[in-house]
């Protein structure tokens, strides 16, 4: 199922995906549009299939409101995922964003200044940006997209740098290809919360260089399961266990699931990951 684009995997029941991802060994589910937002019957469908509410995707606008504005704004949302057991929440900054939108990936929202970084990241009094949202929800990982991008060294760089106490922990989200690991080496002490896709390369060279929009990379199969692209999840894996990192890894496809059938590669994302976590980490111990 994709929040994104409803149209993949819209006719699968939450019933199902529940089901079968218990089957396959998944411990728990983050939220999509699918699950329902009232307290009482979300801890109850969570307690039916015996899963745990791992955290919710939240889509901000920090860039455009204030930070008063943007935790009213939040409360509820937080306020349902700690009451549901998720300790993290995954905070994705959507204005002028064109994640959704048919326009080509060059046409992202940009900060231009420093001064515009500042006001987005800085720690000051005062607090102001994103460090006095994470302030308030305690455990925040901001998605990296839109204004700040991983595939991009300077705009990672430059979010850490403007949010140094330890209240903002960066979660390495969509990282492609090489790069993934240099990022999380240099932003390791700073991770809570870890998503897993893979990334196909010539997918995404040709969704450059032919001014695909992001949701018709997914289309054209640009992102799969772990161990199925050439991001270097060993290396990624090794670098997490010896720093001790404890917090979830959630296995994310973006796929059509007409070519890629959901639970083959559920399954195989699964499988692939926990070979690769149950070896490391038993070393590393």
């Known amino acids: 199922m994709n929040d994104d684009l409803p149209s993949l995997g819209g ?18 589910f983050e939220l999509g549009k699918k699950f329902p937002r009232e307290l009482q019957a979300l801890k109850t469908l969570f307690a039916q299939y015996g899963l745990s509410l791992v955290s919710g995707w939240y889509s901000g606008r920090l860039a455009e409101r204030s930070v008063e504005e943007e935790t009213e704004a ?12 998720a300790t993290v929440m995954v905070y994705g900054e959507v204005a002028n964003s064109i994640q959704g939108a048919p326009q080509p990936l060059y046409q992202r929202p940009r900060f231009f200044s420093d001064a515009q970084w500042n006001r987005y990241c800085r720690a000051s009094e005062p607090l102001r940006g994103i460090h006095a949202l994470a302030r308030h929800a305690r455990e925040l990982s901001y ?9 991009r060294r300077r705009s990672t760089d430059v ?3 403007r949010s140094r106490r330890p209240a903002v922990r960066c979660g390495p989200h969509h ?3 090489r790069r993934a690991l240099n990022v999380l080496q240099r932003h390791i002490a700073r991770v809570c919360h870890v998503y897993y896709k893979d990334v196909r390369p010539e997918i995404v060279k040709l969704a450059h260089n032919c001014n695909w929009s992001f949701l018709g990379a997914v289309i054209n199969g640009a992102f799969s ?10 290396g ?6 010896e720093h001790g990192y404890s917090g979830w890894l959630v296995v994310e496809a973006e796929q059509d699931p007409v070519i890629a059938p959901s639970y083959e590669y559920a399954d195989k994302g699964y499988r692939t990951l926990r070979a690769l976590v149950d070896g490391t980490f038993k070393e590393a111990a």
């Open 74 to 85: 939040v409360g509820p949302h937080l306020d349902l995922l700690a009451k549901n057991g």
């Open 175 to 177: 990282l492609r290809g």
């Open 225 to 234: 399961v772990p161990c199925d692209g050439c991001v270097d999840y060993p």
């Open 159 to 161: 979010a850490d740098q």
């Open 143 to 151: 998605h990296m997209g839109a204004y700040v991008d991983a595939c």
């Open 11 to 28: 006719e699968t029941p939450l019933s199902t995906a529940l089901t079968e991802g218990k089957q396959i060994g998944y411990e728990g």
């Open 236 to 241: 990624i894996i090794a670098c997490l266990a």
